[in-house]
């Protein structure tokens, strides 16, 4: 692959990515994984409407597992590539449609599409430290919001594995970038939320609550001392 050649390369891609032949489909994503960092940011975002609207279709469908873990490396990597793109255009761009979808979902838990939305989002977040701030700092506070309005604990259960799996994103870009922090700005809002399922009455909740101080406290000085005590 080479930049040159995107233009003939990615139409082809997204015709086989839209196709209705699963292989077809995984070809092309492993291909455009494969060949985004090498055509560019540029040359890339000029097919983000079509490759999104594949792939988005592709994750919320779940047909294959293989086809959804394809789709998440492909969604990483873009972020990845777009996070190289000096105006970061493409890259808001691709973040905006990513939290438009995903957090439709987190206001409906009762789809059933909150999980997928959360691999979606911590794939987009392992792509790009400033795409991680970006998404934290939308997301969480519609967690919290969606926690507090929903008595159902097995809702609830959902909305907190959803916020450890993001905080463990986070807390590797912590421990990565100490002068720019990702997740020490939430911490005391995740805390919140944790220790409030930690103290439920249902079992589960309070697992994955533990589960959640856990991945906070998995990277040094995400907390401070007064948190920590």
Excluded at 59 to 76: D, P
């Amino acid at each position: 692959a080479a930049p040159v050649f995107a233009n003939l390369t990615l139409p082809l891609l997204l015709e086989k990515l839209t196709s209705s032949v699963a292989s077809a489909k995984l070809d092309s994503l492993i291909t455009l994984t494969a060949a985004a960092p090498v055509f560019g940011p540029k040359e890339v975002a000029a097919f983000i409407e079509g490759i999104w609207i594949a792939i988005r279709t592709e994750l919320f469908r779940a047909s294959s597992e293989n086809l959804v873990k394809a789709c998440l490396k492909c969604v990483s990597m873009l972020m990845k590539v777009f996070d190289t793109d000096s105006s970061q255009d493409s890259l808001k761009d691709l973040i905006e449609r990513i939290l438009k979808e995903c957090c439709h979902h987190f206001k409906q838990p009762q789809l059933g599409l909150t999980g997928v939305s959360c691999q979606l989002l911590s794939a987009a977040c392992s792509g790009s430290a400033a795409g991680c701030r970006s998404i934290l700092g939308e997301v969480i506070p519609v967690i919290m919001e969606q926690y507090a309005v929903h008595a159902s604990s097995a809702l609830q259960c959902c909305l907190v594995d959803s916020l450890k799996s993001l905080v463990a994103v986070g807390a590797v870009y912590h421990s990565q970038l100490p002068a720019e922090p990702v997740l020490a700005p939430h911490a005391d809002s995740v805390l919140s939320v944790a220790f409030a399922s930690v103290n439920g009455g249902d079992s589960n909740l309070r697992l994955y609550g533990c589960k959640c101080v856990a991945a906070l406290l998995s990277s040094a000085s995400v907390l401070s001392p007064s948190q920590v005590l």
